[in-house]
């Protein structure tokens, strides 16, 4: 006989990490074994332990073969007393209804990729104007590169701090997809930038105390901008989920049709190195970074004429 709990019960005995009880749909799942090896993070999971994670878990999307695995920690179902409709909750099999009945989205979409391609080409339009440059200035591609992966760095960290500020849903998700476009942008710009940088003139380094530090800043920016997006990748796709591409819209990148259990401790591995990695970056490689740059400048070194995209 399928073991019945109130949502009292739940509360009270599934919030620890010993015991954590999700309700989905009516039904009850320990997910304490899952806890290691769910590809999002077990902190997502402990935030919904106690609680019914209905919403949350049908808005931020899962595949089949996740759904599948989800009922391997089913323990039980709620008395009938305190169940739910869940009317206002459409499943993943309505929501696909809906999406490909659904045609104005396609036509919005299209409208906000021209605008977006329209901002594109007037930026390479401006920056393609030949100009003098000093010498002590990069070349014209590699300051639009950097200006470029500047963005898209700091885009991808603002995306990510936000996104962590949702406990889980469609904004949550929308947010998410974002930052992985942003960061598969990343991992094709760096070929770029590198390419640029090694195939521009490069002027003299400021003379300063910290020179050799400067210059090993700069091969760590490679490096992390390398195995970020990598590390990105390797989650969705050992995760069985997938990365966007702009106007190719979500999912444009697929995951592996069907993960072991193998593949789920990879993911959640990539993940973990990928959010250390982030951590780094974004409180330790940035701030050094820029107060490079701020240094120079306080030592009067026109710091803003060697990098500005357009002068």
Same mark, same amino acid.
């Given at each position: 006989?399928?073991?019945?709990?109130?949502?009292?019960?739940?509360?009270?005995? *599934?919030?620890?990490?010993?015991?954590?009880?999700?309700?989905?749909?009516?039904?009850?799942?320990?997910?304490?074994?899952?806890?290691?090896?769910?590809?999002?993070?077990?902190?997502?999971?402990?935030?919904? !332990?106690?609680?019914?994670?209905?919403?949350?878990?049908?808005?931020?999307?899962?595949?089949?073969?996740?759904?599948?695995?989800?009922?391997?920690?089913?323990? *039980?179902?709620?008395?009938?007393?305190?169940?739910?409709?869940?009317?206002?909750?459409?499943?993943?099999?309505?929501?696909? @209804?809906?999406?490909?009945?659904?045609?104005?989205?396609?036509?919005?979409?299209?409208? @906000?990729?021209?605008?977006?391609?329209?901002?594109?080409?007037?930026?390479?339009?401006?920056?393609?104007?030949? #100009?003098?440059?000093?010498?002590?200035?990069? %070349?014209?591609?590699?300051?639009?590169?950097?200006?470029?992966?500047?963005?898209?760095?700091?885009?991808?960290?603002?995306?990510?701090?936000?996104?962590?500020?949702?406990?889980?849903?469609?904004?949550?998700?929308?947010?998410? =997809?974002?930052?992985? *476009?942003?960061?598969?942008?990343?991992?094709?710009?760096?070929?770029?930038?590198?390419?640029?940088?090694?195939?521009?003139?490069?002027?003299? #380094?400021?003379? %300063?105390?910290?020179? *050799?530090?400067?210059?090993?800043?700069?091969?760590?920016?490679?490096?992390?901008?390398?195995?970020?997006?990598?590390?990105?990748?390797?989650?969705?796709?050992?995760?069985?989920?997938?990365?966007?591409?702009?106007?190719?819209?979500?999912?444009?990148?697929?995951?592996?049709?069907?993960?072991?259990?193998?593949?789920?401790?990879?993911? !959640?591995? =990539?993940?973990?190195?990928?959010?250390?990695?982030?951590?780094?970056?974004?409180?330790?490689?940035?701030?050094?970074?820029?107060?490079?740059?701020?240094?120079?400048?306080?030592?009067?070194?026109?710091? @803003?004429?060697?990098?500005?995209?357009?002068?």
């Amino acid at each position: 006989m399928t073991k019945q709990y109130s949502r009292a019960q739940v509360a009270a005995n *599934g919030s620890s990490e010993e015991q954590p009880l999700l309700i989905i749909r009516n039904k009850v799942y320990n997910v304490a074994s899952w806890l290691g090896d769910h590809p999002g993070g077990k902190e997502i999971l402990l935030m919904h !332990a106690g609680k019914d994670a209905t919403r949350d878990y049908e808005e931020i999307g899962h595949s089949d073969f996740a759904i599948e695995k989800r009922e391997t920690y089913l323990v *039980g179902e709620l008395v009938p007393e305190d169940r739910s409709s869940y009317a206002d909750i459409p499943t993943k099999a309505q929501r696909e @209804v809906k999406r490909s009945s659904k045609g104005s989205s396609g036509a919005t979409s299209l409208v @906000v990729q021209s605008a977006a391609a329209l901002l594109v080409a007037l930026y390479v339009k401006q920056a393609s104007e030949a #100009r003098a440059i000093p010498k002590v200035t990069y %070349s014209a591609l590699l300051r639009h590169a950097h200006l470029l992966m500047t963005l898209g760095a700091y885009g991808s960290i603002a995306t990510s701090s936000i996104a962590m500020s949702y406990q889980g849903g469609s904004t949550k998700k929308a947010i998410m =997809e974002l930052h992985k *476009g942003l960061g598969v942008l990343l991992g094709v710009g760096i070929f770029g930038r590198i390419y640029a940088r090694y195939n521009s003139t490069i002027p003299p #380094r400021f003379q %300063s105390s910290i020179e *050799g530090a400067e210059s090993l800043s700069h091969y760590v920016a490679y490096l992390l901008l390398l195995y970020l997006p990598y590390s990105g990748l390797k989650h969705v796709y050992f995760s069985g989920g997938g990365a966007p591409l702009p106007f190719l819209g979500s999912g444009a990148l697929p995951g592996k049709s069907k993960p072991t259990d193998e593949d789920f401790k990879k993911a !959640a591995t =990539e993940l973990e190195w990928h959010k250390f990695l982030g951590r780094f970056f974004k409180y330790g490689f940035l701030p050094f970074h820029v107060g490079i740059a701020l240094y120079h400048a306080s030592n009067n070194k026109d710091i @803003v004429k060697k990098i500005a995209p357009f002068i």
